[in-house]
């Protein structure tokens, strides 16, 4: 396990300056009771979910300042001591100097101070000598404050369990703490103190999650003394920013605090509760660090009807939660469907992404958006979706900052009035998180996306197939540069071949959804640059996903669900353009893919249902193939053709089809393109007759057609390449090669 992969839950919040808390007309009283009491906050009115707590409602939370600003979390045990979490003290194996820092003490908001507010500085910083990385356990610390904290209204201790305490599996808890409300997003000010309520997981069901792959394909082995709290669904849940917070349980009109935050799996994500360092186990060597400190902190006997509560079978049921996002009953009925109607404009398509918000293109309401405010019919704007008897009304629209000048951004959210009950029938689409990778070769389907024309024929016939990012980088025009890395950025393009499309894509805008294992994702929406008889390219959703999840505080960000990188996981090596791609990146083959996508220019002729060719693209709209294959002896009658581009290998050909055309000779030049030198000839699939002497009746016939200008012999690369041998170099001479050329036109289904 890579520890870059584990997110102990720490980030730098910019806060007050300390001194703003530095009650000088306040000391400390110089006589503490002896019998300090604990866990009982004065009676009021009653993270990542979570919400704002309410002043005084955790009297022991305590915000740990290093240098000024706000790290970690932490609870008021003794006047003289706060408990937290290790891994936010020591770094690189070395213990910070305590000089470093502050405790700020009785703060609802850390944007202003409050009544009883005041500051401690610390004197010493205590963890366990067996503590080294934060998921080997014993992620505890004590901190000695210099001077008492002031005890009041708004600052007590918390009771601490006996190592025979026992909390029943299932009981909710609470913790607390000011770290980000979502993955990467920090706290807004006025950093008020947020609390989110908790379920305890036994160990077993705990560690039945962790077993299965989740985030970043791992699986964890929980070690004794750590302890899980949270939902096998996800979204509520600790944060970076909230490490060494408390997790607090009520008993007998107590709170004891059961955990101490740790660390997790991202934020919030389905079968990734939060870890947090078990208290009880820790009793022994708390009561030797405080030793000697009066009052210290109080460790009250459990109540006697809970010290023998249930305890977890060793074999429990596993409940594993499942997707509730991205399930339809077949390609093309999409749940999530969703038409935006503005008075005065085509209806808008789009997608539902959570109960309140819908995401769409932003172009489709470019002319109503100003700086003034939200446009100024929008009580008139209505969203049909799914199933519902009546269109639902629009109470806010935000549209992305880049919208209007970057294609890639080109997307709004729009705000429902009142929330949507999701059902079988309406139900959100899953948005990928920042480092998906969606698998070259995933079959694909597309949706409508934007203000396009209706397309004709059923949607359910629109797939794709995602091409290399490699092959797709270079092939549109980036001569010679750096590929962005593909396993895990989720930064680079998404290439969808058109397999069986009711009319070219351009007549239309379309999103990409891509399935995993039941689960459609929207993966992509379409980019203005494409052409029509080529690979579209799709801008990834994944960098979207911080904004849509800051906006929206709801919408359904899923998992990666299918794992099996193969050999296309080892796209994550740094690799160039070659330099000649401005003919259509003519001859690109991707270096490490899978057999069946070595070949991207090779296509699968279909005549007259009942035989395959093999044939070459040559240009966005032309196919070479060989004419034996095509046409039958003597027959001047062209049948009936189907040429399918991106899939030559890649599924099986039905029994009764045979390839009737060797493959075509293939070698590579020096500057690494791959050049077509013949063509198999008929009964023959070792003689190969040129090509060469076509070039004529090719460039007159295909104007988009690419030759190498003559520039020496190909390279040959050494023995055991797997490609074309040195004696092969001078194919040419009789017979001349027999060849026609089909000119693509799209399928237009009814």
């Known amino acids: ?61 305590v915000s740990l300042h290093h240098w000024g600003g706000h790290v970690c979390g932490g609870s008021l045990i003794a006047p003289s001591w706060v408990l937290s979490a290790a891994h936010c ?85 609470w913790a607390t703490g000011a770290g980000d409300v979502l993955e990467a997003d920090p706290l807004p000010r006025p950093w008020v103190l947020q609390e989110v309520e908790l379920r305890l997981l036994g160990e077993a069901a705990c560690q039945c999650l962790y077993s299965r792959p989740g985030p970043f394909n791992l699986t964890f082995q929980l070690l004794p003394g750590m302890l899980c709290a949270g939902y096998p669904e996800g979204r509520k849940d600790t944060c970076q920013g909230d490490s060494g917070g408390p997790l607090v349980c009520e008993e007998g009109g107590r709170w004891f605090q059961a955990g101490i935050t740790s660390f997790g799996f991202g934020c919030g994500r389905r079968n990734r509760p939060g870890v947090f360092t078990a208290v009880a186990p820790h009793e022994a060597w708390i009561r030797t660090q405080v030793m000697g400190s009066v009052p210290g902190p109080v460790f009250p006997t459990q109540p006697l009807e809970l010290q023998s509560g249930p305890r977890e079978p060793m074999e429990e049921n596993c409940t594993v939660a499942l997707p509730e996002c991205g399930k339809a009953p077949r390609p093309g009925a999409w749940p999530w469907e969703a038409q935006v109607m503005v008075p005065g404009s085509k209806p808008c398509h789009g997608a539902l992404v959570s109960e309140s918000w819908v995401l769409a293109p932003a172009s489709c309401f470019l002319d109503r958006i100003s700086s003034d405010g939200p446009p100024r019919d929008l009580n008139a704007w209505r969203v049909l979706l799914p199933s519902r008897p009546r269109a639902e009304r629009v109470a806010r629209l935000v549209p992305h900052e880049n919208a209007s000048w970057d294609d890639a951004s080109d997307l709004a959210l729009l705000q429902l009035r009142v929330p949507v009950n999701l059902s079988a029938a309406l139900r959100p689409v899953c948005l990928p998180y920042l480092e998906h990778y969606f698998l070259p070769g995933s079959r694909c389907r597309l949706a409508r996306w934007g203000r396009g024309e209706p397309a004709s024929g059923p949607s359910a016939l629109l797939e794709a197939e995602l091409l290399s990012g490699w092959w797709c980088h270079c092939l549109y025009g980036h001569q010679g540069e750096t590929v962005p890395p593909q396993g895990g950025g989720g930064g680079g393009p998404l290439l969808g071949e058109r397999r069986e499309a009711g009319r070219c894509w351009n007549d239309s805008r379309w999103s990409l959804l891509c399935r995993e294992e039941g689960t459609w994702f929207l993966a992509g929406i379409r980019d203005f640059s494409s052409g029509c008889l080529r690979p579209r390219a799709f801008s990834p959703l994944q960098t979207h996903g911080p904004w849509i999840s800051h906006v929206t505080r709801g919408a359904y960000l899923e998992d990666q669900l299918v794992w099996d990188w193969g050999l296309e996981g080892g796209e994550t090596e740094i690799q160039t353009c070659p330099p000649h791609t401005e003919h259509g990146a003519c001859g690109l083959r991707q270096k490490a893919a899978q057999m069946e996508h070595l070949w991207p220019w090779l296509a699968e002729v279909h005549v007259a249902g009942d035989h395959v060719c093999t044939g070459i693209l040559v240009a966005p709209g032309w196919v070479l193939a060989a004419t034996h294959c095509v046409l039958r002896l003597g027959s001047t009658t062209v049948p009936y053709i189907e040429v399918y581009l991106g899939r030559a290998g890649a599924n099986p050909l039905p029994q009764s089809h045979q390839v009737t055309s060797a493959p075509p000779l293939l070698c590579q030049t020096e500057g690494g393109s791959w050049v077509l030198m013949g063509m198999a000839i008929r009964g023959s699939r070792e003689l190969f007759a040129a090509i060469s002497p076509e070039e004529a009746w090719i460039s007159q016939t295909v104007g988009e057609a690419h030759f190498l200008p003559p520039s020496g012999p190909p390279y040959w690369s050494p023995e055991g390449s797997n490609l074309c041998p040195l004696g092969m170099a001078g194919a040419s001479g009789p017979p001349r090669a027999a060849l026609l050329l089909l000119l693509l036109t799209p399928l237009i289904q009814g």
């Open 1 to 61: 396990m890579s520890q870059h992969l584990l997110l102990p839950l720490v980030i730098l919040v910019i806060g007050p300056d300390p001194g703003t808390f530095q009650d000088s007309a306040f000391s400390p009283s110089q006589e503490e009771p002896e019998d300090l009491d604990c866990g009982r906050p004065e009676p009021s009115a009653r993270i990542m979910g979570g919400s704002d707590a309410q002043p005084g409602t955790w009297p022991w939370q």
């Open 89 to 173: 003290f020591v770094s690189n194996g070395t213990l910070e100097p305590a000089s470093e820092w502050s405790v700020l003490l009785g703060v609802h908001s850390q944007d202003e101070p409050q009544d009883g507010a005041h500051v401690r500085e610390v004197a010493a910083i205590l963890v366990p000598d067996n503590y080294t990385r934060v998921e080997l356990g014993s992620d505890v610390a004590l901190l000695r404050l210099a001077s008492p904290a002031r005890l009041g209204p708004t600052v007590r201790p918390v009771c601490l369990p006996r190592a025979s305490h026992r909390f029943t599996h299932g009981t909710s808890c």
